[in-house]
Structure formats: C-alpha cells, structure tokens
C-alpha cells in the first residue's frame, strides 16, 4: 500500500538509528509514532467524520479543544454503532450527532519518549487500539496498530534478511 510507504520509511530509518548509533537501545514511541494526526472538534458532525475516515482512510480521530488540547477520542467503531440496525447508516442521525456525543474521554496516553515495550503493555492492559501521544499536554501525534504491525513487519523482514546472511554462500540455492 503506497499510503503506507512513508510510515515504513520512518520505522526503517529508526531501527537503522537504534542499530547503528545506538545498539541495543529499545525502540521509542516517538521514532515510530504518526506525527501530526488528524484532529476534530467536538462539534464535527458523524456524518462529517464518516467523509473523513473515507477521505483520509484512517480509524482514530483525535478530539481537541480550540487550544489544541486533547479531550477525547473516536474509533471507527464508536461510528459505526450510531448507524442503526438498517444495511445503511440514517444520514439524518449521523448529521445530528457529533463527536463529543460519542468519544471516549477517559482517555489513556503516553509521551515520545516512552518505550514501544510500555505502550505495548498499556495498549494491551487498557484493550484500546490507539494512544495519544502528548508532550506535556501537547499532541503531538498517535500511536495505533498500524503503526505496530509496520514496526513487527520490519522486525520480520530484518530478522529474514540477517538469516541469510548466516547461511553458507550457496545454501540458498539448494
């Protein structure tokens, strides 16, 4: 997927920094997290926010106040539960709603500098799929699944590469 491609980039680049500069040194949320993510209002509309998941091909928006100060969060999920038992979701009930009706606001967050290991845990204590990334009470950017499998996805890859480089020249061929 091309949209992703910038995303492995930046992961390749933090894991070629670890192993290089830093060797042995874990992975931190900052390297690999999206910076600059998207963020509504709590007045956006769902309806509003259904044509940005579409637009934008994302889950998570972040819901900031007019300092830019996180104030709560909505999943896809959260979304689709407000679309009614029909095949389609009602436009009238999708326009009426808005995000601060649906978003969670108890909200669990990190810092840049927190490890991948510790947002790993809290990601798998809390059963949330996303976490906000703050510096002091900043946003500064988020940390989801995606951007985990990418990570585990370069771990394989190099993990494949330094394989091979252990074999005995020919041994492939056989």
Known sequence: MERLDPKRRQI??????????RPGAPLAVGQVMTRDPITVSGDTSLLALVELFHAKEFRHPLVTDGNLHLIGVVSDRDVIRCFGPGKYPQEDVLKSLTTADIMSTDLVTTTPET?????LELMFGYAINCLPVLS?????????????YLVL????IA?????????????LAR
């Open 12 to 21: 390749a680049e933090a894991m070629l920094e670890i192993a290089v500069r």
């Open 136 to 148: 002091g009470r900043k946003l500064v950017g988020i940390l989801t699944t995606t951007d985990l």
């Open 115 to 119: 490890t991948l290991e510790d947002a």
């Open 159 to 171: 993990f494949r590469e330094s394989e091979r480089a252990l074999l005995p020249a020919g041994a």
């Open 153 to 156: 996805e370069s771990v394989l």
